[in-house]
Protein backbone atom coordinates (compact mmCIF):
# COMPACT_ATOMS: atom_id res chain seq x y z
CA UNK A 1 0.00 0.00 0.00
CA UNK A 2 1.21 3.44 -0.69
CA UNK A 3 2.83 5.33 2.29
CA UNK A 4 0.43 7.88 2.59
CA UNK A 5 -2.71 5.62 2.19
CA UNK A 6 -4.19 6.21 5.73
CA UNK A 7 -3.00 9.59 5.79
CA UNK A 8 -6.55 11.77 6.65
CA UNK A 9 -8.46 12.23 3.29
CA UNK A 10 -6.43 9.88 1.71
CA UNK A 11 -8.18 6.62 2.51
CA UNK A 12 -11.80 5.69 0.75
CA UNK A 13 -13.73 2.27 0.83
CA UNK A 14 -17.45 0.81 0.47
CA UNK A 15 -18.73 -1.03 3.01
CA UNK A 16 -21.29 -3.53 1.97
CA UNK A 17 -22.62 -7.00 2.73
CA UNK A 18 -21.82 -8.82 0.70
CA UNK A 19 -19.15 -6.47 -1.09
CA UNK A 20 -17.06 -8.99 -3.22
CA UNK A 21 -18.90 -8.14 -6.34
CA UNK A 22 -18.31 -4.55 -6.11
CA UNK A 23 -17.10 -2.88 -8.87
CA UNK A 24 -16.35 0.36 -7.28
CA UNK A 25 -12.74 -0.14 -6.23
CA UNK A 26 -11.64 -0.62 -10.25
CA UNK A 27 -13.45 2.53 -10.89
CA UNK A 28 -12.54 4.70 -8.01
CA UNK A 29 -8.77 3.50 -8.15
CA UNK A 30 -8.84 3.93 -11.92
CA UNK A 31 -9.63 7.67 -11.02
CA UNK A 32 -7.20 8.46 -8.28
CA UNK A 33 -4.61 6.80 -10.42
CA UNK A 34 -5.68 8.48 -13.71
CA UNK A 35 -5.14 11.91 -11.93
CA UNK A 36 -2.18 10.70 -10.18
CA UNK A 37 -3.21 11.03 -6.64
CA UNK A 38 -1.51 8.27 -3.82
CA UNK A 39 -5.31 7.81 -3.06
CA UNK A 40 -6.50 4.09 -2.44
CA UNK A 41 -10.39 2.98 -2.35
CA UNK A 42 -10.86 -0.24 -0.84
CA UNK A 43 -13.69 -2.89 -0.53
CA UNK A 44 -15.05 -3.82 3.25
CA UNK A 45 -17.17 -6.81 4.64
CA UNK A 46 -19.16 -4.86 7.24
CA UNK A 47 -22.20 -7.04 8.28
CA UNK A 48 -25.01 -5.11 9.74
CA UNK A 49 -23.93 -5.44 13.25
CA UNK A 50 -20.89 -4.03 12.54
CA UNK A 51 -21.94 -1.01 11.17
CA UNK A 52 -21.77 1.70 14.25
CA UNK A 53 -17.91 0.50 15.19
CA UNK A 54 -16.84 0.66 11.68
CA UNK A 55 -18.12 3.91 11.06
CA UNK A 56 -17.04 5.07 14.38
CA UNK A 57 -13.49 3.48 13.10
CA UNK A 58 -13.88 5.50 9.48
CA UNK A 59 -14.12 8.92 11.65
CA UNK A 60 -11.57 7.63 13.85
CA UNK A 61 -9.19 6.95 11.67
CA UNK A 62 -9.44 10.11 9.11
CA UNK A 63 -10.63 8.46 6.14
CA UNK A 64 -12.09 10.66 3.72
CA UNK A 65 -15.57 9.19 2.71
CA UNK A 66 -16.98 6.37 1.96
CA UNK A 67 -19.70 4.55 0.06
CA UNK A 68 -22.53 2.51 1.18
CA UNK A 69 -24.35 -0.66 -0.39
CA UNK A 70 -26.80 -3.31 0.70
CA UNK A 71 -27.60 -3.63 3.45
CA UNK A 72 -26.37 -0.25 5.35
CA UNK A 73 -27.81 2.59 2.76
CA UNK A 74 -30.61 3.27 5.54
CA UNK A 75 -29.26 1.78 8.86
CA UNK A 76 -26.32 4.62 8.36
CA UNK A 77 -28.39 7.28 8.21
CA UNK A 78 -29.16 7.42 12.20
CA UNK A 79 -25.07 7.48 12.66
CA UNK A 80 -24.61 10.74 10.57
CA UNK A 81 -23.80 14.25 12.14
CA UNK A 82 -25.28 16.14 8.97
CA UNK A 83 -27.93 14.58 6.01
CA UNK A 84 -27.32 16.66 2.70
CA UNK A 85 -31.16 17.33 1.49
CA UNK A 86 -31.42 14.87 -1.13
CA UNK A 87 -30.47 12.29 1.75
CA UNK A 88 -32.98 13.27 4.62
CA UNK A 89 -35.69 13.23 2.14
CA UNK A 90 -34.71 9.78 0.90
CA UNK A 91 -34.12 8.42 4.12
CA UNK A 92 -30.97 6.58 2.92
CA UNK A 93 -27.25 7.58 2.13
CA UNK A 94 -25.04 6.00 -0.41
CA UNK A 95 -21.89 8.58 -0.11
CA UNK A 96 -20.78 9.62 3.17
CA UNK A 97 -18.08 12.74 3.27
CA UNK A 98 -15.69 12.99 6.14
CA UNK A 99 -14.48 16.20 7.50
CA UNK A 100 -13.17 17.27 10.83
CA UNK A 101 -14.19 14.64 11.98
CA UNK A 102 -17.96 15.05 10.78
CA UNK A 103 -19.94 12.19 9.00
CA UNK A 104 -22.15 13.88 6.15
CA UNK A 105 -24.29 11.72 4.37
CA UNK A 106 -25.67 12.19 0.69
CA UNK A 107 -27.43 10.35 -1.53
CA UNK A 108 -25.70 10.18 -5.15
CA UNK A 109 -28.11 7.99 -6.92
CA UNK A 110 -30.72 9.42 -8.03
CA UNK A 111 -28.70 12.61 -9.61
CA UNK A 112 -26.06 9.95 -10.93
CA UNK A 113 -29.41 8.10 -12.65
CA UNK A 114 -30.81 11.38 -14.26
CA UNK A 115 -26.39 11.58 -15.89
CA UNK A 116 -26.86 8.36 -16.87
CA UNK A 117 -29.87 8.92 -18.56
CA UNK A 118 -28.95 12.20 -20.52
CA UNK A 119 -26.73 9.46 -22.13
CA UNK A 120 -29.60 7.96 -23.71
CA UNK A 121 -30.31 11.47 -25.20
CA UNK A 122 -33.94 12.72 -25.87
CA UNK A 123 -35.61 15.86 -23.53
CA UNK A 124 -36.01 15.18 -19.85
CA UNK A 125 -38.97 12.63 -19.34
CA UNK A 126 -42.14 14.21 -18.07
CA UNK A 127 -44.04 10.84 -17.36
CA UNK A 128 -42.22 8.24 -15.70
CA UNK A 129 -43.01 4.65 -14.46
CA UNK A 130 -40.30 3.31 -11.94
CA UNK A 131 -40.76 -0.13 -10.74
CA UNK A 132 -39.88 -1.18 -7.08
CA UNK A 133 -40.66 -0.23 -3.81
CA UNK A 134 -36.29 -0.28 -2.31
CA UNK A 135 -33.78 2.19 -1.60
CA UNK A 136 -32.61 2.77 -5.27
CA UNK A 137 -36.63 3.38 -6.00
CA UNK A 138 -36.55 6.14 -3.78
CA UNK A 139 -33.40 7.52 -5.08
CA UNK A 140 -35.22 7.18 -8.24
CA UNK A 141 -38.38 8.93 -7.54
CA UNK A 142 -36.88 11.65 -6.06
CA UNK A 143 -34.14 12.20 -9.03
CA UNK A 144 -37.22 12.43 -11.40
CA UNK A 145 -39.00 14.89 -8.83
CA UNK A 146 -36.34 17.55 -8.02
CA UNK A 147 -34.54 17.18 -11.47
CA UNK A 148 -35.23 20.04 -14.32
CA UNK A 149 -38.70 19.08 -15.22
CA UNK A 150 -40.36 17.48 -12.14
CA UNK A 151 -41.37 14.50 -13.99
CA UNK A 152 -44.73 13.07 -13.24
CA UNK A 153 -44.14 9.50 -11.60
CA UNK A 154 -46.12 6.51 -11.30
CA UNK A 155 -44.81 4.55 -8.82
CA UNK A 156 -45.00 0.41 -8.60
CA UNK A 157 -44.84 -1.97 -5.82
CA UNK A 158 -46.16 -5.16 -4.93
CA UNK A 159 -47.70 -3.32 -1.64
CA UNK A 160 -48.61 0.35 -3.19
CA UNK A 161 -50.02 1.40 -0.11
CA UNK A 162 -46.56 0.91 1.52
CA UNK A 163 -44.99 3.45 -0.61
CA UNK A 164 -44.87 7.16 0.83
CA UNK A 165 -47.31 9.29 -0.70
CA UNK A 166 -45.22 12.32 -2.49
CA UNK A 167 -46.48 15.23 -4.11
CA UNK A 168 -46.82 14.49 -8.21
CA UNK A 169 -46.34 10.30 -7.71
CA UNK A 170 -49.02 8.07 -8.24
CA UNK A 171 -48.74 4.47 -6.65
CA UNK A 172 -49.77 1.58 -8.29
CA UNK A 173 -49.49 -1.93 -8.11
CA UNK A 174 -48.85 -4.56 -11.04
CA UNK A 175 -51.80 -4.99 -12.09
CA UNK A 176 -52.81 -1.73 -13.34
CA UNK A 177 -49.27 -1.14 -14.64
CA UNK A 178 -50.46 -0.72 -18.78
CA UNK A 179 -52.00 2.43 -18.89
CA UNK A 180 -48.85 4.23 -17.18
CA UNK A 181 -46.88 2.09 -19.89
CA UNK A 182 -48.75 3.55 -22.56
CA UNK A 183 -48.10 7.08 -21.48
CA UNK A 184 -44.83 6.84 -20.48
CA UNK A 185 -41.40 8.18 -21.54
CA UNK A 186 -39.28 6.56 -19.34
CA UNK A 187 -39.70 2.99 -17.70
CA UNK A 188 -37.06 2.34 -14.98
CA UNK A 189 -36.40 -1.05 -13.13
CA UNK A 190 -35.51 -0.40 -9.43
CA UNK A 191 -36.14 -3.90 -8.35
CA UNK A 192 -33.92 -6.86 -7.82
CA UNK A 193 -35.46 -8.71 -10.70
CA UNK A 194 -32.86 -9.81 -12.54
CA UNK A 195 -29.75 -9.01 -10.37
CA UNK A 196 -27.34 -11.92 -9.90
CA UNK A 197 -29.42 -14.30 -7.04
CA UNK A 198 -32.18 -12.47 -6.91
CA UNK A 199 -35.61 -12.98 -8.07
CA UNK A 200 -36.17 -14.49 -12.01
CA UNK A 201 -39.57 -12.55 -12.85
CA UNK A 202 -41.76 -9.68 -11.68
CA UNK A 203 -44.81 -10.20 -9.75
CA UNK A 204 -47.16 -10.16 -12.48
CA UNK A 205 -45.63 -10.01 -16.29
CA UNK A 206 -45.05 -6.50 -17.11
CA UNK A 207 -47.21 -5.23 -20.73
CA UNK A 208 -44.12 -4.01 -22.08
CA UNK A 209 -46.02 -4.06 -25.78
CA UNK A 210 -47.95 -0.92 -24.49
CA UNK A 211 -44.60 1.27 -24.38
CA UNK A 212 -44.19 3.34 -27.34
CA UNK A 213 -41.83 2.64 -29.42
CA UNK A 214 -38.38 5.00 -28.45
CA UNK A 215 -39.77 5.06 -24.72
CA UNK A 216 -36.52 4.93 -22.50
CA UNK A 217 -35.88 1.49 -20.63
CA UNK A 218 -33.24 2.06 -17.52
CA UNK A 219 -32.87 -0.91 -15.72
CA UNK A 220 -30.67 -0.14 -12.85
CA UNK A 221 -29.17 -3.88 -12.37
CA UNK A 222 -26.19 -4.79 -13.66
CA UNK A 223 -24.94 -7.10 -15.42
CA UNK A 224 -27.38 -7.30 -17.91
CA UNK A 225 -29.55 -10.40 -17.70
CA UNK A 226 -29.23 -12.21 -21.08
CA UNK A 227 -33.15 -13.03 -22.10
CA UNK A 228 -33.70 -10.30 -19.41
CA UNK A 229 -36.20 -7.09 -19.04
CA UNK A 230 -33.46 -5.12 -21.27
CA UNK A 231 -34.05 -7.69 -24.15
CA UNK A 232 -37.40 -7.75 -23.51
CA UNK A 233 -37.70 -3.91 -24.41
CA UNK A 234 -35.25 -3.99 -27.76
CA UNK A 235 -37.90 -6.43 -28.97
CA UNK A 236 -40.30 -3.71 -28.69
CA UNK A 237 -38.11 -0.64 -30.03
CA UNK A 238 -37.42 0.59 -26.58
CA UNK A 239 -33.96 2.77 -25.93
CA UNK A 240 -32.35 1.02 -23.21
CA UNK A 241 -29.80 1.04 -21.15
CA UNK A 242 -28.39 -1.22 -17.75
CA UNK A 243 -27.43 -0.15 -14.58
CA UNK A 244 -23.47 0.12 -15.15
CA UNK A 245 -24.70 3.40 -16.26
CA UNK A 246 -25.97 4.84 -13.39
CA UNK A 247 -23.17 3.01 -11.37
CA UNK A 248 -20.77 5.25 -13.46
CA UNK A 249 -22.07 8.51 -12.74
CA UNK A 250 -22.83 8.02 -9.02
CA UNK A 251 -19.63 7.18 -8.46
CA UNK A 252 -18.44 10.24 -10.32
CA UNK A 253 -20.69 12.59 -8.22
CA UNK A 254 -19.29 10.72 -4.91
CA UNK A 255 -15.42 11.26 -6.08
CA UNK A 256 -16.64 15.07 -6.75
CA UNK A 257 -18.21 15.54 -3.37
CA UNK A 258 -14.68 14.29 -1.77
CA UNK A 259 -12.28 15.72 -3.40
CA UNK A 260 -14.49 19.35 -3.83
CA UNK A 261 -13.71 19.44 -7.48
CA UNK A 262 -15.68 18.71 -10.57
CA UNK A 263 -13.90 15.65 -12.82
CA UNK A 264 -12.31 16.09 -16.09
CA UNK A 265 -14.26 14.20 -19.00
CA UNK A 266 -10.72 12.14 -19.24
CA UNK A 267 -11.20 10.95 -15.91
CA UNK A 268 -14.66 10.15 -16.08
CA UNK A 269 -13.96 7.84 -19.34
CA UNK A 270 -11.23 6.33 -17.67
CA UNK A 271 -14.01 5.41 -15.12
CA UNK A 272 -16.13 4.43 -17.84
CA UNK A 273 -13.46 1.62 -19.28
CA UNK A 274 -12.67 0.43 -15.69
CA UNK A 275 -16.47 -0.71 -15.57
CA UNK A 276 -15.69 -1.90 -19.51
CA UNK A 277 -18.75 0.25 -20.40
N1 LIG B 1 -26.79 0.87 -10.96
C1 LIG B 1 -26.62 1.41 -9.77
O1 LIG B 1 -25.80 2.29 -9.56
C2 LIG B 1 -27.51 0.94 -8.66
C3 LIG B 1 -27.68 1.74 -7.52
C4 LIG B 1 -28.53 1.26 -6.52
C5 LIG B 1 -29.14 0.01 -6.67
N2 LIG B 1 -28.94 -0.73 -7.80
C6 LIG B 1 -29.62 -2.01 -8.00
O2 LIG B 1 -31.01 -1.78 -7.90
C7 LIG B 1 -31.65 -2.95 -7.38
C8 LIG B 1 -32.53 -2.56 -6.19
O3 LIG B 1 -31.68 -2.13 -5.14
P1 LIG B 1 -32.32 -1.66 -3.74
O4 LIG B 1 -31.18 -1.21 -2.91
O5 LIG B 1 -33.45 -0.73 -3.94
O6 LIG B 1 -32.89 -3.05 -3.18
P2 LIG B 1 -34.05 -3.24 -2.10
O7 LIG B 1 -34.04 -2.10 -1.14
O8 LIG B 1 -33.90 -4.64 -1.61
O9 LIG B 1 -35.42 -3.11 -2.93
C9 LIG B 1 -35.74 -3.99 -3.97
C10 LIG B 1 -37.23 -3.94 -4.25
O10 LIG B 1 -37.51 -4.84 -5.33
C11 LIG B 1 -38.88 -5.18 -5.27
N3 LIG B 1 -39.00 -6.60 -5.60
C12 LIG B 1 -38.34 -7.66 -5.08
N4 LIG B 1 -38.73 -8.80 -5.67
C13 LIG B 1 -39.68 -8.49 -6.60
C14 LIG B 1 -40.47 -9.21 -7.55
N5 LIG B 1 -40.38 -10.54 -7.68
N6 LIG B 1 -41.32 -8.51 -8.35
C15 LIG B 1 -41.42 -7.16 -8.26
N7 LIG B 1 -40.71 -6.43 -7.37
C16 LIG B 1 -39.84 -7.07 -6.56
C17 LIG B 1 -39.36 -4.87 -3.85
O11 LIG B 1 -40.29 -3.79 -3.93
P3 LIG B 1 -41.83 -3.94 -3.47
O12 LIG B 1 -41.80 -4.86 -2.28
O13 LIG B 1 -42.23 -2.55 -3.14
O14 LIG B 1 -42.57 -4.52 -4.63
C18 LIG B 1 -38.10 -4.43 -3.12
O15 LIG B 1 -38.34 -3.41 -2.19
C19 LIG B 1 -30.52 -3.93 -7.02
O16 LIG B 1 -30.36 -4.85 -8.07
C20 LIG B 1 -29.30 -3.03 -6.93
O17 LIG B 1 -28.10 -3.71 -7.23
C21 LIG B 1 -28.14 -0.29 -8.79
Redesign the pocket.
Known sequence: MNENANDPGRCFGVFGDPVGHSRSPDMLNAAFAAMGMPHRYFAFHVRPHALANALAGARAMGLGGLNL??PH?RAAVAHMDRLAPEAARIGAI?TVLIRRGELIGHNT?GA??LDALAELGGNPPRHAVV?????????VVDGLRHGETAAEVVW????PA??PALDGVARCG?GDLGEALAGCELLVN??????RG??E???SPLPLERLRRGTRVVD???PRAPGGLLDEADNVHARTQD?????LW?GVRALELWLGIALPASVVATMRRALNR
Request: aromatic share 10%; net charge positive; charged share 15%.
Open positions: TVKNDGFLGGGGAARSVSRERLYATTVGMGPRFALVYGLATLQ
